[in-house]
């Protein structure tokens, strides 16, 4: 089976040495770095904005994958863009106008990716899906790390992967939320390519990111 990209998501570190940490994933073998960016109204928790993408910036020279659970999406577009974010994903439901959003992110240079939370359908990416660069297909929730997989995603997770293959584009499928030794494989079996890990990458302290990077790479 391929081996999946892994995106930890920063959301489980230590966030009183985030720029440690961030050095401490890279060294250890993360492909991309993934931001959780949550507002306190689209989704029920708040974390962190542009400022801190900035600061984490000089700590890696890895893809910053940031994932913006706010609304509105349009307004902090070019801030986090100025700020460093490499692909930036972003929930349509967070917007009226998801396309045009799609296309403010080409304009700014930077890759566009599209989340599906889990009770939203495949069919949302049918008049997108030729101008993005990833699909995100969340396998919880948004708001919290250390949740549950969703299994029903797996379907989802197929779903998507025909309409890539079918769009001949070089698309990403990403998937995030509960991603475990024993969730890894499931996703890579029915088509995904990166895998973001949050509990999964930083369990057990820095000394252990190596393994637990390994261990999900080797899983898929
Ligand atoms: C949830 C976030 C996830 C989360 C994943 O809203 O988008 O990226 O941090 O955490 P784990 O891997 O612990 O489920
Ligand atoms: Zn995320």
Redesign the pocket.
């Known amino acids: 089976m391929a081996t999946p990209l892994i995106s930890p998501?920063i959301?489980?570190a230590d966030f009183a040495r985030l720029g440690e940490e961030v050095r401490a994933v890279d060294a250890a073998g993360a492909d991309w770095i993934?931001v959780?960016v949550m507002d306190g109204h689209f989704?029920p928790n708040l974390t962190i904005g542009p400022g801190v993408v900035k600061a984490l910036r000089p700590h890696s020279a890895k893809p910053f994958d940031v994932?913006l659970?706010i609304e509105p999406v349009d307004l902090f577009l070019e801030a986090f863009a100025a700020a460093g974010a490499d692909i930036i994903t972003f929930h349509p439901e967070a917007g009226p106008h998801a396309h045009r959003t799609v296309q403010a992110i080409k304009a700014l240079g930077k890759q566009a990716g599209i989340a599906l939370n889990p009770a939203t359908p495949a069919k949302m990416l049918d008049y997108l899906i030729d101008d993005i660069d990833l699909v995100l297909v969340m396998s919880?929730n948004?708001?919290?790390?250390?949740?549950s997989f969703i299994s029903s995603q797996l379907r989802k997770i197929e779903a998507v992967r025909k309409m890539i293959d079918k769009s001949g584009r070089r698309v990403h499928l990403e998937v995030?939320?509960?991603?475990d030794l024993v969730t890894a494989p499931q996703c890579v079996s029915a088509g995904a390519d990166v895998l973001?890990?949050?509990?999964?990458t930083f369990k057990g302290g820095p000394e252990h990111y190596a393994a637990n990077i390994a261990a999900l790479k080797g899983a898929g």
Request: glycine fraction near 24%; charged fraction near 10%.
């Open positions: 998501s959301l489980s993934h959780d989704v994932h659970m919880v948004p708001g919290f790390g250390g949740q995030d939320g509960g991603v973001v890990a949050g509990t999964a």
